[in-house]
């Protein structure tokens, strides 16, 4: 089955930084790749996804590239903030007829210093 | 809109005793799915809904975890005779149908005694 890895636990940034969090997955055929933020005592939150056929992702300060041919894909938080300060999750699926089974990696805590 | 629900948001029980956690989804999602996780770690998928379709319960760790969902809506994960193991914060997610996205709720903070 499939198995994602992800890369560092513990991130700390001064604020401004950026921030890159990296992930491995092992199964080829999966094809949907989405990026988590969860804070203390709330569900996660998607921010950001990507799907197989596409290399690269952004939406303001966060930006998702994707590597299929070494199966990882990377998270980048660029000007980082103190509000960016949560856990950090990437995931990884065979999406077939909408069914969507997520494997995560192990989560980075991200910590944004003032 | 509401987003997904879960009660309760906090439980402590005692070891053997049984538990049922409640989830409802966002309103017409037709896909529902059940993670745990334990202190500092991943998500771990348990159980996948879809419609009138036969669950996927390849996740459930033993035959104490069931869950069922009941008139395509709400759903609930019943863990039988609860181990100190069991003690983790599950967490509920809804998505349309064909869609990827997962929306997650608050989860429910499970802590066996």
């Known amino acids: 089955g499939e198995n994602v890895e992800q890369h560092p636990s513990t991130l700390s940034v001064q604020e401004g930084d950026s921030a890159v969090i990296k992930c491995t997955y092992s199964?080829?055929?999966?094809?949907?790749f989405p990026w988590y933020k969860q804070e203390l005592g709330k569900g996660p939150q998607l921010i950001i996804d990507?799907?197989?056929?596409?290399g690269e992702k952004k939406d303001q300060r966060i930006a998702v590239t994707l590597n299929k041919t070494a199966k990882h894909f990377s998270l980048h938080i660029t000007e980082t903030q103190p509000e960016d300060s949560a856990v950090y999750f990437c995931a990884a699926a065979k999406v077939s007829g909408g069914y969507n089974k997520l494997i995560f990696g192990a989560g980075t805590r991200l910590a944004v210093h003032p | 809109g509401a987003g997904v629900s879960q009660s309760p948001s906090n439980k402590v029980t005692e070891k053997g005793k049984d538990v049922e956690l409640r989830c409802d989804p966002i309103s017409g999602h037709t896909a529902l799915y059940w993670y745990r996780q334990s202190l500092g770690q991943g998500l771990e998928f348990l159980i996948y809904f879809q419609g009138n379709s036969a669950p996927d319960k390849s996740g459930l760790p033993s035959d104490r975890f069931s869950a069922e969902r009941t008139g395509g809506s709400v759903s609930t994960l019943t863990i039988q005779r609860t181990q100190q193991e069991d003690s983790a914060v599950y967490l509920c997610?809804?998505?349309?149908?064909?869609?990827?996205?997962?929306?997650f709720g608050p989860g429910t903070r499970l802590l066996v005694l």
């Open positions: 997610a809804s998505s349309f149908k064909g869609r990827e996205t997962q929306y």
């Open positions: 990507i799907r197989s056929n596409v």
């Open positions: 199964d080829s055929a999966s094809n949907y």
